[in-house]
């Protein structure tokens, strides 16, 4: 079954894509990885889920927020390769936890994220990953991810940057 299937199968809602809100792209591509920049917690109403674990969030409202970073990351990969059936394997990903010096869980909040590739893309969907904390993330983001993955050689959708 593919990712597409998957989406569909788990009743998955991808939010928009996001767009950037800086100088930079949401991903590049490069030979046969795709370079996804650091995405949010980002609804499909625009809203982002804020807070600092360790102070105002606990773990299970982490891992919600990085489990919604991964739909928003999906959307990406879905504008940039025009199907998530496009993308060979997740290769890397960078979870980074908006949380107090004590907090000391990161890997189990990141575990929203990891734990949604897994169900879109099966085992190509567990790659190497980081988790670490930060004092503090844009606009109060509970977690932001960055992510690289090996996409097929002829996937190129609308919003693919060679």
Do not use: C, W
């Amino acid at each position: 079954m593919g990712a597409e299937a998957r989406i569909a199968e788990l009743k998955l809602e991808l939010p928009p894509a996001p767009k950037p809100v800086a100088t930079y792209v949401t991903a590049i591509r490069h030979g046969d990885l795709l370079y996804v920049s650091g995405h949010g917690p980002y609804r499909s109403d625009g809203s982002l889920i804020t807070g600092r674990l360790g102070e105002n969030m606990e773990i299970a409202a982490g891992q919600a927020a990085a489990r919604q970073t991964g739909l928003a990351i999906l959307a990406t990969l879905r504008a940039h390769l025009g199907s998530l059936d496009n993308v060979v394997r997740l290769i890397k990903t960078l979870g980074m936890v908006n949380s107090t010096p004590e907090f000391h869980d990161h890997p189990r909040v990141i575990n929203g994220y990891s734990d949604l590739m897994k169900d879109v893309f099966g085992d190509a969907g567990i790659g190497a990953r980081s988790a670490v904390g930060m004092g503090a993330l844009p606009g109060g983001i509970a977690v932001e991810i960055e992510a690289i993955f090996q996409v097929k050689d002829e996937a190129v959708g609308p919003g693919s940057l060679m």
